[in-house]
């Protein structure tokens, strides 16, 4: 299933007009939000002078990165950006997955692809799950014909496709003729320290107040959990501080609503039980009341 994204639903009330700046809040982000500069300043440099033109040409971009880092918050802004500087003129993401893009059909793959591709004309394609494209029947016949639309439209249209980074070699080693044609943006692993600031963000932003000796209780557990490889990173923190919000209106028997959730008011102080009870429920240890 293929969806529309207009770039003027990217933002809130809470956010700057311009999505793309607006990524100055999320450190995690700067060496990745550089990295583009870089890759739309030298294709901009090479339309006033094509001898400075180097591969890639265009500004397709492979977003390897792991899940839970903001990669659906980056690509809208990408997107954003790219329409304020004149790379795409209409104003939306279509979004598709890449299985979208194979039929299990004699014949009709080509017809499927060029239907994910034609609509999004002008503006920008946002393929997720890009190692999905590999291991069907007809996925040759997919990757063979978005290439050859790629060839065809240069200036038409900007492809973004999200990788996980486990899944980076084998896609490059099966199409490396697919992956030569985008500029493969990296994105950087937060270390505890990164996601604990993010986590204060988060909490200012809600006006909660955190215990004191937050590094210490959290830091190893954050730690323990990125080894283990069960870790989404700022997405988890996000899970954190709900479970923790949930933990202190049961500890507390906040008020509930008329739709039986919490009512949880603005200025509340978490303690480390209501980490402490988090971080359990986010190991599988801890359980919540349906009551």
Known sequence: MSKTRGMTGLTDNNRTHDPWADLTR???????????????????????????????????????????????????????????????????????FARDF??????????????????????????????????????????????EFMDANKSRIVIAMILDPGEMPKFAAVYPEL?????????????????????????????YLLPNDLEQLLGPWIERRMREDRWEYMRQIGRLLG???????????????????YQIPEGLNLERVDFESAMAELDGRGARSTA
């Open 102 to 147: 194979v039929s299990g059909w004699i014949g009709q793959t080509r017809r499927v692809t060029l239907g994910k591709c034609e609509p999004a004309l002008n503006a920008m394609l946002l393929i997720q799950y890009a190692s999905e494209l590999a291991g069907y029947t007809f996925s040759r016949e997919a990757v063979d014909t978005l290439i």
């Open 179 to 207: 992956v030569s044609r985008f500029h493969k943006i990296e994105f950087p692993i937060p270390g505890p320290n990164e996601q604990l600031e993010f986590l204060r963000k988060l909490a200012r932003h809600s006006n």
């Open 243 to 261: 479970a923790a919000t949930y933990a202190w209106a049961e500890r507390t028997a906040a008020p509930r609503g008329p739709d039986r959730r």
């Open 26 to 96: 999320f450190t995690w982000l700067t060496p990745v939000r550089q990295r583009i500069e870089d890759v739309v300043a030298s294709y901009e440099l090479a339309q006033h002078d094509p001898t400075r033109a180097v591969a890639p040409e265009g500004l397709h971009l492979l977003l390897v990165a792991k899940p839970g880092l903001g990669r659906f918050r980056f690509a809208g802004a990408l997107g954003s950006m790219l329409l304020n500087r004149g790379h795409i003129r209409d104003n939306r993401i279509n979004v598709t």
